[in-house]
């Protein structure tokens, strides 16, 4: 039973966004320059973002990669992404993105432009929320059209080297 919106999974929900954001997008650009609601979405969506993050590590009990780890296993859920761990350890975690249903997601409602601001742009912010030490680099995604995203998490401090 679905009790509260944290029940369901979350290639749901950024569908659900998807299908009212973009109407308004559209409607909203017929009075102001696109860019600027763009922009303005941006903002919000990362102001967003790094709240959710502190959320998260709240709910984790922690924000250690161990913990940050069960936040990615959320994103997975429902086969939203496939992904294949290069390496995880206290102080770093990369894996790249294989698949994303995410971006088909975006493709199929004929949004592509907008997924990469409603879900792509939130993983650096959604991050130094869960922890300010956590880096991400990424220097490619599916959604921009690479054969994967590449995800490189580093916990900086202890002596590791920036991503």
């Known amino acids: 039973m679905i009790e509260s919106i944290d029940d369901v999974p979350l290639i749901v929900r950024r569908e659900i966004e998807a299908r009212i954001l973009a109407p308004f997008i559209e409607a909203l650009s017929q009075r102001l320059p696109r860019d600027e609601v763009v922009a303005i979405l941006r903002e919000t ?17 922690g924000n250690d990669l161990a913990a940050f ?12 992404l496939e992904l294949t761990v290069l390496q995880q350890d206290e102080h770093r975690y990369d894996f790249n993105v294989t698949r994303c249903r995410y971006a088909e997601m975006y ?35 599916i959604l921009g059209g690479a054969s994967h995203c590449d995800f490189r998490y580093r916990l900086r401090g202890a002596g590791v080297p920036p991503a």
């Open 45 to 61: 969506i990362t102001s967003i973002a790094r709240e959710q993050g502190g959320q998260s590590a709240r709910a984790c009990g």
């Open 107 to 141: 493709q199929r409602l004929g949004i592509p432009e907008l997924g990469e601001v409603l879900s792509c742009n939130r993983d650096f912010q959604a991050s130094e929320g869960f922890n300010p030490d956590l880096e991400l680099t990424r220097t490619q995604t």
């Open 69 to 80: 780890r069960q936040v990615t296993d959320k994103w997975q859920q429902g086969g939203a």
